[in-house]
């Protein structure tokens, strides 16, 4: 369990920043395709270095995966790491001491 909190606190850890956040939402609205960088840099206004830089961290946390096509890198999110990330909160919030109750966690997007 412990260890887990770790890897956790290290996934929030990397979605902390502005930039990256605005990378994971980016790319969760492009899902399940995914965006090669070139796009990720023109839509959210981001030079190549420092979105390489905040990629690669999403990326080490298990929270993107990246595969290369010809010349391009194409990035997606990891939702299979997100939902073990959210699954791990929500058990926390939601289910042993009811502290949000379930459906408004369902309701949130709406």
Known sequence: METDVQRYAAMLAAMGTEPRLRIMRLLLSAH???MV???IGSELGMP???LSHHLDKLK???L???KR???FLRYSANTTTLQDLLGFLYAECCTRNQAIEP???VQIGK
Do not use: D, R
């Open 60 to 62: 080490n946390e298990g």
């Open 64 to 66: 993107v995966v990246v």
């Open 48 to 50: 190549g270095s420092s």
């Open 37 to 39: 960088v070139g796009e």
């Open 69 to 71: 096509e010809s010349t």
């Open 103 to 105: 459906q408004a966690i």
């Open 32 to 34: 399940p395709q995914g």
